[in-house]
């Protein structure tokens, strides 16, 4: 089982952050090892996404249930995918008037032992530093920094 905890403070408002994050039909542009995603259906507070990564030749996809507290949370579940275990959650913090924090947790196991070496040195290398592709992704669409 691995688990990933990172939580940073931004000079956004935690509500633009939150929109970065829950805009899945983005992911593809600018996390590395995400080559496709896409919100599948959409009812109240509930997203079905699928997303499809690919990292040193072995390529995955999964399918999510997307929990959404609007600006607060997002509590991502696995529906199907190569994972005995998947869940993350964001949560979102107002710090101050010009601050936010970001929360990331992680927790997953792969159904395949011979791909669990892999998922681990990928989650080393790219999810342990998530919130900063996010963050980058803020800088670039140039939203309003405090």
Same mark, same amino acid.
């Given at each position: 089982?691995?688990?990933?905890?990172? /939580?940073?403070?931004?000079?956004?408002?935690?509500?633009?952050?939150?929109?970065?994050? &829950?805009?899945?039909?983005?992911?593809?542009?600018?996390?590395?090892?995400? +080559?496709?995603?896409?919100?599948?259906?959409?009812?109240?507070?509930?997203?079905? /996404?699928? +997303?499809? /990564?690919?990292? @040193?030749?072995?390529?995955?996809?999964?399918?999510?249930?997307? +929990?959404?507290?609007? &600006?607060?949370?997002?509590?991502?579940?696995?529906?199907?995918?190569?994972?005995?275990?998947?869940?993350? +959650?964001?949560?979102?913090?107002?710090?101050?008037?010009?601050?936010?924090?970001?929360?990331?947790? @992680?927790? /997953?196991?792969?159904?395949?032992?011979?791909?669990?070496?892999?998922?681990?040195?990928? @989650?080393?290398?790219?999810?342990?530093?998530?919130?900063?592709?996010?963050?980058?992704?803020?800088?670039?669409?140039?939203?309003?920094?405090?």
């Amino acid at each position: 089982m691995t688990y990933i905890i990172r /939580c940073i403070n931004l000079p956004y408002e935690k509500k633009q952050i939150f929109e970065i994050v &829950n805009n899945v039909d983005r992911y593809s542009k600018f996390l590395p090892w995400c +080559t496709f995603s896409k919100v599948l259906k959409k009812h109240n507070n509930i997203l079905i /996404c699928e +997303t499809q /990564c690919s990292f @040193l030749g072995i390529k995955e996809s999964f399918i999510t249930k997307n +929990t959404i507290s609007k &600006n607060t949370k997002i509590v991502i579940n696995l529906i199907s995918g190569s994972f005995n275990y998947f869940l993350a +959650t964001w949560n979102f913090y107002s710090l101050s008037k010009n601050t936010s924090q970001i929360k990331f947790e @992680l927790t /997953c196991e792969s159904k395949y032992k011979h791909i669990n070496i892999a998922t681990k040195f990928f @989650l080393k290398k790219y999810i342990n530093n998530v919130i900063y592709f996010f963050l980058e992704e803020a800088k670039k669409i140039n939203i309003k920094k405090f």
